[in-house]
């Protein structure tokens, strides 16, 4: 956006310099313009534009059904507010699993059709081949270990991934391949707070945790979470900032009071 010219940008080296300098990373999850630009005048690092969207906007049960066409709407949106923070992408489901050069022309699409600045992948080892082909394209890329939502029905529940010590060492030896691949940064979902620290020291890029404890280099939460708009999830990692729900459903009855006893508009609200 022209108007914020002189802002410094957030960019995936000023992320490594904070992990460097122990300094932590805010991330959240944003999927339109009005909400971005509010995320973003409040000075948040990261922007992620998650698959999310498929739960928190379009009401589906799983990220599954979201398209990489409605992946690029959500992503345009949260492009024209941003001035300042690092937009990353979520590349959905089908996109990217099947076949690396598909995996790579999606990502292309990502970025030229959005203008987001680096798209993220869920997986490991499983996926590296189309990691590496889009790194080698100089799409920067995230991350995404543990608890990965697209592979519920793999999983067949959200519970807390890797307390076996079989799946914690696969977590901590993908989290190297993604570093030796070139990811600029590795989220890691809903795993132990000791597990997550152990990664976030095995590794020199930053790891960004969801219910994955203090011990990593930054945060992120979903936004309607947060401002406490969907009253019917609260995990036991969630902090929520505000109770929104109440908030709006107080608003919303108002109003419709307001017009059902012919309150408003009043005289100062007419032309
Ligand atoms: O889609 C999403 O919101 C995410 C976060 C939970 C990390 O991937």
């Known amino acids: 956006m022209s108007v914020h010219k002189d802002v410094k940008k957030v960019t995936t080296k000023v992320l490594q310099n904070m992990k460097n300098k122990g300094?932590?990373?805010?991330?959240?999850t944003g999927y339109d313009f009005s909400m971005a630009r509010?995320?973003?005048?409040?000075?948040?690092?990261v922007i992620l534009v998650g698959?999310?969207?498929?739960?928190?906007?379009?009401?589906?049960?799983t990220t599954l059904p979201i398209t990489l066409d409605q992946m690029i709407y959500h992503a345009s949106s949260v492009v024209r507010a941003v001035n300042r923070a690092l937009v990353v992408v979520d590349m959905p489901f089908g996109s990217y699993q099947g076949n690396s050069k598909e995996a790579l022309s999606n990502a292309i699409r990502i970025m030229?059709?959005?203008g987001g600045h680096s798209v993220k992948l869920e997986g490991g080892r499983e996926i590296i081949e189309s990691i590496n082909r889009i790194l080698s394209a100089g799409i920067p890329v995230m991350g995404h270990l543990g608890l990965t939502p697209q592979s519920i029905y793999k999983?067949?529940?959200y519970v807390v991934r890797a307390k076996e010590d079989d799946e914690a060492e696969q977590l901590i030896s993908d989290a190297k391949l993604l570093e030796e691949a070139g990811c600029f940064a590795i989220v890691l979902e809903k795993i132990p707070a000791e597990l997550a620290a152990r990664v976030a020291k095995s590794v020199n890029i930053p790891i960004i945790g969801i219910g994955a404890g203090n011990g990593v280099d930054g945060q992120?939460?979903?936004?309607?979470?947060?401002?406490?708009?969907?009253?019917?999830?609260?995990?036991?990692?969630?902090?929520?900032y505000h109770n929104l729900y109440q908030e709006m459903l107080g608003s919303f009855h108002r109003y419709i009071e307001d017009v059902k006893t012919g309150d408003f508009p009043n005289e100062e609200e007419q032309y």
């Open 23 to 28: 300094e932590k990373i805010s991330m959240l």
């Open 38 to 45: 509010i995320i973003d005048t409040a000075g948040i690092d």
């Open 51 to 61: 698959d999310s969207a498929s739960n928190v906007m379009a009401g589906h049960e």
């Open 112 to 114: 030229k059709e959005s």
């Open 155 to 157: 999983f067949g529940t």
């Open 220 to 240: 992120v939460l979903v936004v309607h979470d947060m401002l406490g708009i969907n009253n019917e999830f609260n995990p036991r990692f969630l902090r929520k």
